[in-house]
């Protein structure tokens, strides 16, 4: 499964405005919220904060992967969010979050959301793909940089 | 994460220092400007001055990033509402309040009718009361914490004078035969508190903390010489809060409980809320009252009034005449480790306990449970061991722990495990470790989970 299929400019928040892991959160939802009406932000908003304190998702070189669970959706919504000052994340390298993909996974699927974080994080692992993200203009730019890893991923 | 804490009292200090110490954003909201001042010198918090229902004050503590907000005023009314404004304003922060009216449970119906959820109400005369209850049950001990449903304890024991344990190492009594299932995960000694190794030598005063698996509870407690049966007799000093609370929930276990209580229309009050309990007007440290009530028969005598020092004063009386453990109410920080040093069985703080029950709300879906000890000075944590986390799948003597850390019990299914270097945790066990405050948070960043975990 591509990632460039589950993201449009619509959920792409190019330049967030939140410094801290609440208000990212927040913010990130309600992006999705307005693409997706059917979904209640409030909901979204808790089952990621509730899976946060399990143990951030900060994983590090400025990335964080908040996801989680939700029953009412039956394939996965995802969203993404870049943040030029950074964002507080506690995450496990203490330095701060600007790269975010968000992951909700319907509650019975099989193995679809691991497949899609495992592929999130191989992506972002380039260190070049990160600086081009950070450098991307807008919504469309930032998906071509998805894009263009994600095919160089398969090619090789 | 960015707390925020209505009320600068006892409470709201101690669970703001808890907050910093682990690493968190702490801002304290208090009407009273000198007590802001003492807390702002003594703790690393950001204070404002105002009422903690106040919007503009709660926007001024930046409530929009908070991700917690905890009421613990001394007024229900102003606890209940700093939550409802807290919710309008940002429903995604966890709300807390402190309410000390019994029957709260009409506040939480009354608030999810207009659509306010307040995620915990506590109620620190009945955590306190609980924990009465729950060393009353097990003769002989100073303190006793559950772990998984029940099916293991956590219980401290003193080493008296004269005691056969004394002298001798944790090695040597493990040797011993007909040694029950149990395991020795802290002494408490001389104000400190240690990780014994097998060649610590248990000395007189010393506190054990012993884990036990539930039902075989008994056969320690007899191993110990402690063969007396759970408390009967019980003398509650002091009819407020926590001693009618107290005295309602023992009567209806059927112990027979007398009240002492200086004030009499207070007394008129407990003999309608009490059935089949004595109450007595007079002074709990009156040495003749004591002795023609019979405190000598006593299985406990628990002094609980507001007087912290009377309380301690008067159950050194009453243990002096006879009764067999003596209970104290301590809340002043130091005084717990000073009345067990002078002879005080129990010390009981309405503020650690409630410390604990939020501390344990706020980290919960990490942990399952967990017991604080001795001033907060360590840890007793359960967790349900993940697939993804580092301490499964190898025998104990491999897992690497931090220092001051350790397995105290395995719970698989319904069997319980008193681990050794050879045991192994499987992924779903649940277990209790325990760890020592520096600790703390290393042990669950070990046993968290992995980013993998929906």
Known sequence: ?156 | MHAIVVGGGQLGRSIADRLVREGNDVTVIDVDSEKLQEIAEHQDVRTILGRGSSPTVQAAAGIGSAELLLAVTGSDEVNVMACVMAGAASPATLKVARVRDVDYQSYVQMLERVGVRIDLFINPERVVAERIKRVLAVPGASDVSVFADGRVLLVAYRVPVGHPAAGRTLADMGREKGLPRTLVVAVQRAGRLIVPRPTERLQIGDVAYLVVPADELKDLTAFLGLSVGPARRVFIHGGGTVGLVLARDLEREGMQVKIIEPDARRCARLSEELSRSVVLQGEGADWELLEEENVAGADAYISLTADQELNIFSSLLAKRLGARSVYALVDKPGYVALATAIGVDVPVSQRLSAVASILHFVRRGRILAAADFFEEEAEAIEIQAMETSRIVNRPLREVRLPRGALVGAIVRGGEVVVPRGDSVIRAGDRVILFAIREAVQQVERAVSVSLEYF
């Open chain 1, 1 to 156: 499964m591509a990632i460039r299929d589950l993201l449009n400019e619509d959920v792409i928040v190019s330049d967030m405005t939140a410094r801290d892991k609440k208000s990212a959160i927040i913010e990130l939802c309600h992006r999705l919220s307005e693409r997706r009406p059917d979904l209640d932000q409030g909901r979204m908003v808790s089952v990621l904060l509730n899976r946060e304190r399990l143990g951030s998702t900060g994983i590090g070189q400025g990335i964080a992967i908040p996801h989680g669970k939700l029953p009412e959706i039956d394939s996965l919504v995802t969203g993404f969010g870049r943040s030029r000052e950074g964002v507080d994340f506690a995450s496990m390298d203490d330095s701060p979050a600007h790269i975010f993909f968000v992951l909700f996974a319907p509650a019975g699927a099989a193995r679809t959301h691991l497949d899609a974080l495992a592929r999130i994080s191989q992506i972002l692992q380039d260190e070049k793909v990160r600086q081009m993200l950070m450098e991307a203009e807008g919504p469309g730019d930032i998906l071509k940089v998805i894009d263009d890893a994600e095919k160089r991923l398969e090619v090789s």
